[in-house]
């Protein structure tokens, strides 16, 4: 790849845009002799004229003007990219999550992380599908499973169940005591991807064996979660993705049973990680609102 020197590129694009060497000049803060040895240094690498001189100043060719343009474009793209890459990379932090846990689980808490590290940039990039740590740009990766996946480091951070919750709206029609009667007045909803069901929970509710009429169904813990609070049934959705929704009032929960689930929250990373000193600074704050210690 061939490239002219940059500082006559800034000079060309400067003065073509100014329409001058003498304001180009001011605005890079070299002289006006420097900006014109620049051009004409381009124009002699190029083999063509870019300017015609004029006893009151420059003109850019109308054959130079789209080069002005793609050079102008590039520039300003360089600029862009430097601004992005000048955050250092100790300061800097790229986590995988699903969206249904970023947004019922670590959205509420996040002001707390960043009051105690304002300087820590943290992008997040939501997603179920598995990241390969090793060669992407991710840092670290929340995910929910057994914990084994090859390759990577994996620490438990949340245990989770599963249990009916529901609009204070929707809880009003419903009897803690008739459980049987409350399910059969009221749609339920529930998540066709996760393993557990409503037949699991009636067990652990003291009702093995039923199998009650299914009401919709979501492939997003998150939409379901949402569709409870909006009253439109009874979700089983899981404790982690409605914690904050509970504390709030926005959905309840009208009976006592839970199934544990199957499977739980980890925290995933590479050892070459462990460096970056805003993995360490997120790590420690994540387990700290986890309760792990």
Not at 36 to 60: A, C, D, T
Not at 101 to 114: D, E, H, I, V
Request: charged residues 20%; proline residues 5%.
């Amino acid at each position: 790849m061939q490239l002219p020197p940059l500082n006559a590129l800034r000079a060309f694009e400067a003065a073509a845009r100014q329409g001058s060497f003498t304001r180009a000049a001011a605005e890079l803060h070299v002289t006006q002799a420097a900006v014109s040895q620049q051009v004409h240094q381009l124009e002699e690498y190029l083999g063509s004229k870019l300017f015609e001189r004029k006893s009151r100043g420059i003109e850019l060719l109308i054959a130079a003007q789209p080069y002005f343009v793609r050079i102008s474009e590039a520039l300003l793209e360089i600029a862009r990219a430097t601004e992005t890459a000048s955050v250092r990379r100790d300061q800097r932090l790229v986590v995988s999550s699903m969206g249904s846990f970023a947004a019922g689980w670590l959205l509420p808490r996040l002001t707390r992380f960043y009051q105690r590290h304002p300087d820590i940039v943290v992008r997040f990039e939501m997603t179920s599908r598995l990241v390969d740590l090793r060669v992407s740009d991710v840092d670290a990766a929340i995910r929910y499973g057994l914990g084994r996946w090859p390759g990577v480091k994996s620490e438990l951070l949340l245990h989770d169940s599963v249990f009916p919750v529901c609009s204070p709206e929707v809880a009003a029609t419903l009897n803690p005591d008739d459980v049987l009667g409350s399910l059969e007045g009221v749609p339920l909803l529930y998540d066709f991807e996760d393993n557990e069901d409503w037949s699991m929970w009636l067990t652990v509710a003291g009702h093995p064996g039923q199998q009650p009429k299914l009401g919709p169904s979501f492939g997003d813990s998150g939409v379901l979660v949402r569709a409870a609070v909006e009253g439109q049934g009874l979700a089983l959705a899981r404790s982690e993705l409605t914690m904050s929704e509970l504390e709030s009032g926005r959905l309840v929960k009208p009976f006592q049973a839970e199934v544990a689930c199957v499977f739980s929250y980890y925290l995933v990373y590479v050892d070459e990680t462990t460096i970056n000193p805003a993995f360490v600074a997120f790590r420690e704050w994540l387990f700290e609102e986890a309760g792990v210690h």
